[in-house]
């Protein structure tokens, strides 16, 4: 058997630059691992089939799921004619724009690569992911990356390091589909002269936070106001910023201390239904050692 942690991310920007024809948009973003993780555990089984347990059972352990479709592709790829039980420990929430599907179909990937010994190289490992997801690259490296394109053009930036993060997850998800599909050309490249990727560069992360801005963020307030609220109980927590990740519905905050943040999430944890302390990561998938 082997164990791997499948780490989320938030954005720490994010602009939608146009929109394809066929119907993906093309955005901007920088995307930041959190430690925040799931576990997947795989093991080979003799029977020729993809066997999915999830500890959430909300999610689908068909075809639907994201570890069933990278294990599909793989080993159609491969010729694989062994099966694989897939065991998911869920702790990051779904639909939050966390990217908990992504990640963990980046860990099947890297972890069948392993448990197979299939030698897949790592740009072989990117492609098989961009077929599951846009995200799904970005998981498999990890760490701090600007992604460009649909998601898949990315490029290694400084990392971006902060020990004091929290995240509120409300009590409703968003469907990144619907996010989008709701955009239009007036949510196009709204920040032109944000200076975030130069502080980056400059490991100057303080400026850097200052600088976290999402297009996403004032098109699902409309929908659900409460984004905006959450914010608000950041900032007035001390928190230097606070910004919504992906289409959301997950809101992130970034404090100075360990104490600020602690006295946020004992506050926090009385208002909403998942709160979680974390901090940056500089890997997307880590095997279970």
Excluded: R
């Amino acid at each position: 058997m082997l164990k791997l942690y499948s780490y989320g991310k938030i954005n720490l920007f994010l602009d939608i630059e146009g929109k394809l024809q066929n119907g993906y948009h093309l955005i901007k973003t920088v995307m930041q691992s959190i430690d925040l993780h799931d576990e997947i555990a795989l093991e080979t089984i003799d029977e020729n089939k993809i066997v999915i347990e999830c500890s959430d059972l909300s999610i689908p352990v068909n075809e639907k799921n994201t570890c069933y479709k990278a294990a599909s592709i793989i080993k159609e790829m491969y010729n694989v004619k062994s099966g694989v039980s897939i065991k998911i420990k869920k702790i990051i929430p779904q639909e939050a724009g966390l990217a908990g599907g992504s990640s963990n179909s980046a860990a099947v990937i890297k972890g069948l690569n392993i448990l197979w010994q299939l030698n897949i190289s790592e740009d072989t490992m990117l492609k098989i992911g961009l077929k599951i997801g846009a995200d799904v690259p970005f998981c498999i490296l990890g760490g701090t990356y600007l992604a460009e394109g649909i998601g898949e053009k990315l490029t290694k930036l400084n990392n971006f390091l902060w020990d004091n993060i929290l995240i509120i997850k409300p009590d409703f998800s968003m469907s990144t589909a619907f996010v989008y599909s709701s955009l239009t050309p007036e949510n196009y490249n709204l920040y032109p002269d944000n200076n975030i990727l130069n502080y980056i560069s400059d490991n100057e992360p303080h400026k850097a936070a200052l600088s976290a801005s999402n297009v996403l963020e004032k098109e699902v307030e409309k929908f659900h106001p409460e984004i905006n609220d959450i914010k608000n109980f950041m900032l007035q927590n001390k928190a230097v910023c606070s910004m919504m990740t992906g289409s959301g519905s997950a809101v992130f905050g970034l404090f100075e201390t360990k104490e600020g943040l602690d006295d946020a999430y004992n506050k926090a944890i009385k208002i909403y239904p998942q709160v979680f302390k974390t901090k940056t990561s500089s890997v997307g998938v880590q095997i279970c050692v």
